[in-house]
């Protein structure tokens, strides 16, 4: 029964979604305030159905009701409690039940938090937001239901979760990412909205800005938290692979980053609203463009839900709709979008104008190594092709760090013009610091001068100093008048220096050995002793291990690390538990292979130095992206419209 209710939730919920859109947009159209004021209340409704039914699935996985098809799949009433949890959103139809319950929660907040918005624009964004919910619960209700019955086939026990997925990072990771998938609705719904209204003064970029922020910083999370699950689940030791679904994620990250500096300059300037315009269009629809590609079963990838081709259709139709849709509107009000500021040269407009580029660049970059083999085999029916490391690596690394030079730049312009002068005096001792330190650290770290390392260093030390140069400037004048988005800005910016660190010293200096080792066998790591102990059993909740026991002798200290194989009891599947000590500077990484004659293993040995930075750099960047909106400006914004405006006031 409780399924059945779930099922009728999502349908009202599609009803209220119908509404939201038609009120919104009807009512701002029409000047009907009192549609405009209905809003609220639907789309309150809206989040509650979508809620009941979000709960009604959580208890199936709980009570082990393998009536259910997709809990039947995806549980086994051996899964620990914290892991039917998670699995509710382990597989295709609840991932994406977990997905239209965020895009509910953006639609409310919106609603709750949009009282200082003009309440025709604010029911122009809330229509368009109920029309994305209702393609998301339309594909939702009738190509993956997720509360279909296996009546009266009922199993008698579950398939389980797939062992990969039982682990903490499906916990976080997925809801983090569609926090940033989803949030970046809100910058296209205002984006629309401007372009509905026809007013794209700079008060619509000021309105949208903490909402895409917000986005941004959990969209970062996001991947940070997936390329940590990834080094530590996958037993590769790798933290990025250029994996189809890894660049789904990546690419509305970099077309989102260009969007969040646009904004800035839209709303302080009034200049680059094409740019703003066609980046939140983008970056929501690069967001769709990765549904696409994870739940359409056109790529094969150890992170893609396995689905039926044919519900790619849905979402192809959907994403052509939507932005062809978008596009056209834009086209049609081409004429009414003017940038009438003017900058020079050497200005922070210019910075941020490169910064731009370079983001855009990177995106379509990764866009076309990512479409490019599957355009390739639809073309030549069937045949294959991939496209490997190497070609991500050759455009992708130039890029960034010219990026980390416009970077270094920025904080020392000002608006309009900055005279070259000046500009010299400010970046000199900086310039000087950052290319001896590149040349400098490398010898420290590795007595040696591999290139990519010192270009690395140097890039990451330029944005690291003229960014603390440009904060001790402004400290002699008082560091209370420093604001938080100031603050937040350079935690964000120092947060991709320190991921450019970790990236550029793992890449290169990483050491690994791939070592036949029996028992009582020694080896070495770096100038570390590593000592095979042997090999016991043990057993979990739904599976039973192998457990190896590394002992790891660096100078007094000792370190032990017990890697295992385990065998999923439900599926039968052999999985790898990498063993990993941890540290701010360098990660021991073990990983037992397979088992060979006369107890031996296959055993993968790995020095991981600076590794840990790649994920303290995209926390920081969160954490910058969270700042920036908790600015003051931002309060005073919400008491800058009289909340009694009215449709007439606003239209």
């Given at each position: 029964m409780i399924p059945e209710l779930g099922q009728l939730s999502l349908a009202l919920a599609f009803c209220l979604c119908g509404f939201v859109a038609f009120f919104g947009l009807a009512g701002a159209a029409w000047r009907r305030q009192r549609w405009l004021d209905a809003l609220g209340s639907m789309v309150t409704g809206q989040f509650v159905?979508?809620?009941?039914?979000?709960?009604?699935?959580?208890?199936?996985?709980?009570?082990?009701?393998?009536?259910?098809?997709?809990?039947?799949?995806?549980?086994?009433?051996?899964?620990?409690?914290?892991?039917?949890?998670?699995?509710?959103?382990?597989?295709?139809?609840?991932?994406?039940?977990?997905?239209?319950?965020?895009?509910?929660?953006?639609?409310?907040?919106?609603?709750?938090?949009?009282?200082?918005?003009?309440?025709a624009f604010a029911g122009r964004v809330l229509g368009v937001m109920g029309l994305l919910n209702?393609?998301?619960?339309?594909?939702?209700?009738?190509?993956?239901?997720?509360?279909?019955?296996?009546?009266?086939?009922?199993?008698?026990?579950?398939?389980?979760?797939?062992?990969?997925?039982?682990?903490?990072?499906?916990?976080?990771?997925?809801?983090?990412?569609?926090?940033?998938?989803?949030?970046?609705?809100?910058?296209?719904?205002f984006a629309i909205a401007a372009l509905l209204t026809g007013r794209l003064d700079t008060a619509w970029a000021r309105w949208s800005r903490p909402w895409s922020n917000v986005a941004w910083a959990f969209l970062t999370l996001g991947i940070a938290l997936g390329s940590w699950w990834a080094y530590y689940e996958l037993?590769?030791?790798?933290?990025?692979?250029?994996?189809?679904?890894?660049?789904?994620?990546f690419m509305p990250w970099l077309a989102g980053?260009?969007?969040v500096h646009s904004l800035a300059v839209t709303e302080k300037r009034g200049t680059f609203?094409?740019?703003?315009?066609?980046?939140?269009?983008?970056?929501?629809?690069?967001?769709?463009?990765?549904?696409?590609?994870?739940?359409?079963?056109?790529?094969?990838?150890?992170h893609a839900f396995a689905v039926d081709?044919?519900?790619?259709?849905?979402?192809?139709?959907?994403?052509?709709?939507?932005?062809?849709?978008?596009?056209?509107?834009?086209?049609?009000?081409?004429?009414v979008i003017r940038s009438p500021a003017r900058y020079t040269l050497w200005s922070r407009e210019t910075a941020l104008l490169v910064n731009n580029i370079l983001l855009v660049i990177s995106m379509a970059l990764v866009l076309l190594g990512t479409l490019y083999p599957l355009a390739y085999e639809a073309?030549?029916?069937?045949?294959?092709?991939?496209?490997?490391?190497?070609y991500f690596n050759a455009g992708f690394v130039p890029l960034m760090l010219a990026l980390a030079l416009a970077l270094g730049i920025a904080p020392v312009l000002q608006w309009k013009r900055t005279s070259p002068t000046r500009l010299w005096r400010d970046l000199r001792w900086p310039l000087a610091i950052s290319v001896a330190a590149g040349l400098v650290l490398p010898l420290l770290i590795s007595g040696a001068l591999a290139w990519q390392v010192v270009a690395a260093l140097t890039f990451g030390v330029w944005v690291l100093v003229s960014h603390l140069w440009d904060l001790l400037f402004r400290a002699r004048r008082g560091l209370g008048r420093v604001t938080l988005g100031y603050w937040g800005m350079l935690a964000a910016h120092l947060g991709f220096a320190v991921a450019l660190f970790g990236i550029s010293l793992t890449s290169v200096l990483s050491v690994e050995k791939d070592q036949r080792m029996s028992p009582g066998d020694r080896d070495t790591l770096g100038e570390m002793g590593v000592l095979f102990e042997g090999v016991g059993n043990r057993s979990g909740p739904n599976f039973v291990a192998q457990r190896g026991t590394f002992r790891i002798e660096d100078g007094n200290e000792v370190v032990f690390l017990y890697p295992e194989k385990r065998r999923y009891l439900a599926r039968e599947s052999v999985m790898t538990e990498a063993a990993i000590d941890a540290g701010l500077f360098r990660d021991i990484y073990i990983s037992l292979g397979e088992p060979l004659e006369n107890?031996?293993?296959?055993?993968?040995?790995?020095?991981?130095?600076?590794?840990?930075?790649?994920?303290?750099?995209?926390?920081?960047?969160a954490f910058g992206g969270v700042l920036a909106v908790s600015d003051a400006r931002y309060r005073r914004l919400r008491r800058s419209v009289p909340v009694g405006t009215t449709v007439a006031d606003a239209a």
């Open positions: 159905f979508i809620l009941l039914a979000y709960a009604a699935l959580s208890q199936a996985f709980l009570a082990d009701d393998f009536s259910v098809a997709y809990v039947a799949n995806n549980s086994n009433s051996l899964l620990p409690w914290y892991y039917k949890m998670s699995a509710v959103w382990g597989a295709h139809e609840g991932s994406f039940l977990l997905w239209t319950l965020i895009m509910a929660g953006w639609t409310l907040a919106v609603a709750l938090r949009g009282e200082h918005l003009p309440a209702m393609g998301f619960l339309a594909f939702l209700l009738w190509t993956s239901n997720p509360f279909e019955r296996l009546v009266p086939m009922t199993p008698g026990e579950g398939a389980d979760l797939n062992p990969l997925l039982q682990d903490f990072g499906l916990i976080v990771h997925p809801p983090m990412l569609y926090m940033g998938y989803v949030g970046f609705s809100v910058a296209f719904a037993g590769w030791g790798g933290w990025w692979f250029w994996d189809p679904v890894e660049n789904a994620s980053t260009a969007l609203k094409s740019w703003t315009l066609l980046l939140a269009i983008t970056t929501f629809s690069l967001s769709l463009l990765g549904a696409f590609i994870v739940r359409s079963g056109v790529l094969t990838s150890v081709p044919t519900r790619g259709l849905f979402i192809l139709g959907f994403l052509v709709l939507t932005v062809g849709g978008s596009l056209a509107l834009y086209a049609a009000r081409a004429t073309f030549t029916g069937g045949d294959k092709i991939s496209v490997g490391v190497p107890g031996a293993w296959a055993v993968r040995l790995q020095l991981k130095p600076f590794v840990r930075w790649i994920w303290l750099g995209g926390l920081l960047m």
